[in-house]
């Protein structure tokens, strides 16, 4: 059996799921940091195929990209940032679909912002994050329930919401290795 001492000497120290940095922009502001992102879900990646049969075996044939899931972040509640993280998501929804009118807003600028997502390591003094995400087109899809009561003493609130986004860029190695949708001209990075 190999311990971690071993395991870190031969391949590099493993990076670790507690170890994240967290911005979000809402529509027209700036990237703000979220310190109290307690728990995060990176959506998954793919490609949708179709099957065809042109001689033989059937086989799968691309036709466009998916990405599985929506990004769900949960944050821890204080005093301070309850504001922030609940009350700032609520309003952003009402940007989405008009409280006043119901109406869906027609210009999805007016409500889409970003996320970003990077996981930093020891190479990160040297200006070469491991993997950095930045979500487009991004907006609050559900702010879930919290639970309270009087038995839950001991507990702190947390609040998860869910957020839709229509893709993803990842960027690796400071910035040389890169996947996703390039040359939109949405977003200067």
Do not use: H
């Amino acid at each position: 059996m190999v311990d971690i001492s071993t395991f870190t000497d031969s391949f590099g120290r493993p990076m670790m799921a507690n170890e994240y940095i967290v911005y979000i922009q809402e529509p027209g502001g700036d990237f703000e940091f979220y310190d109290n992102v307690e728990t995060l879900t990176i959506p998954g990646k793919g490609i949708g195929t179709v099957q065809r049969r042109l001689w033989g075996p059937m086989i799968d044939f691309p036709y466009d990209r998916v990405f599985a899931g929506e990004i769900e972040l949960t944050f821890s509640l204080t005093e301070e940032n309850a504001t922030k993280s609940r009350m700032k998501f609520s309003k952003w929804m009402d940007k989405v679909i008009l409280p006043e009118s119901g109406a869906i807003n027609p210009n999805r600028g007016n409500y889409t912002g970003y996320i970003e997502i990077i996981l930093p390591s020891a190479k990160s003094d040297q200006g070469k994050d491991p993997i950095r995400m930045v979500f487009q087109e991004v907006f609050p899809k559900n702010i879930n329930p919290v639970s309270l009561g009087y038995g839950l003493q001991n507990e702190y609130i947390r609040q998860t919401v869910t957020f839709s986004f229509r893709d993803y860029m990842e960027f690796a190695d400071g910035g040389n290795i890169r996947s996703g949708t390039f040359g939109t001209g949405q977003l200067d990075l």
